[in-house]
T-cell receptor
Framework: AQKITQTQPGMFVQEKEAVTLDCTYD???????LFWYKQPSSGEMIFLIY??????QNATEGRYSLNFQKARKSANLVISASQLGDSAMYFCAMRVAGANNLFFGTGTRLTVIP | GAVVSQHPSRVICKSGTSVKIECRSLDFQATTMFWYRQFPKKSLMLMAT?????????EQGVEKDKFLINHASLTLSTLTVTSAHPEDSSFYIC???????????FGQGTRLTVV
């Protein structure tokens, strides 16, 4: 069975600072993908970044980077130079190869402080 | 990225009535659409997977007679909450993908309140 764990229900970060949101996962599958989504108060889910289990390099997308440590089964999201607009819920998710749906963590609420 | 539109964004209905939520892929054909429900302080839980032209596959514990899902075309899937009760109040969100193995894109979500 697949499981995603986000242990930080809430995080605060000063504007312009970097912040790391933790995500650990559990799966017996060798081929899987890891995703991070941002959910602002409006409710929509915004795709941020993707990391494949066989990708050797950590994924980066602008101010977002994924610190992928396969042996530790962690896929932490790093947001650099935080902005007020980054305040939102952040969900880590996983999909194993051949499966349809995404398994989501419980999310981390990030608040950026001016 | 592809655009998925969900309508309505908010709906309030009386207990015992039915409400329909639409999920449309605006600029691509979606062979598969997913319906999730988000509980307060919990993650999104997959309710069902619908493939165009076939019956939806429901996750364990989801009442298929209560949550009717129709995927009649490659651009539209609907979720109908029948005989709604206050405990059905939640945030429902859909996602759609072109074909297996490709990225799924999310709609904006629907906040359902049953009074």
């Amino acid at each position: 069975a697949q499981k995603i764990t986000q242990t930080q229900p809430g995080m605060f970060v000063q504007e312009k600072e970097a912040v790391t949101l933790d995500c650990t996962y559990d799966t017996s599958d060798q081929s899987y993908g890891l995703f991070w989504y941002k959910q602002p108060s409006s409710g929509e889910m915004i795709f941020l970044i993707y990391q494949g289990s066989y990708d050797e390099q950590n994924a980066t997308e602008g101010r977002y980077s994924l610190n992928f440590q396969k042996a530790r089964k962690s896929a932490n999201l790093v947001i650099s130079a935080s902005q007020l607009g980054d305040s939102a819920m952040y969900f880590c998710a996983m999909r194993v190869a051949g499966a349809n749906n995404l398994f989501f963590g419980t999310g981390t609420r990030l608040t950026v402080i001016p | 990225g592809a655009v998925v539109s969900q309508h309505p964004s908010r709906v309030i209905c009386k207990s015992g009535t039915s409400v329909k939520i639409e999920c449309r892929s605006l600029d691509f054909q979606a062979t598969t659409m997913f319906w999730y429900r988000q509980f307060p302080k919990k993650s999104l839980m997959l309710m069902a997977t619908s493939n165009e032209g076939s019956k939806a596959t429901y996750e364990q514990g989801v009442e298929k007679d209560k949550f009717l899902i129709n995927h009649a075309s490659l651009t539209l899937s609907t979720l109908t909450v029948t005989s709604a009760h206050p405990e059905d109040s939640s945030f429902y969100i859909c996602s759609a993908r072109r074909r297996p193995g490709t990225e799924a894109f999310f709609g904006q979500g629907t906040r359902l309140t049953v009074v």
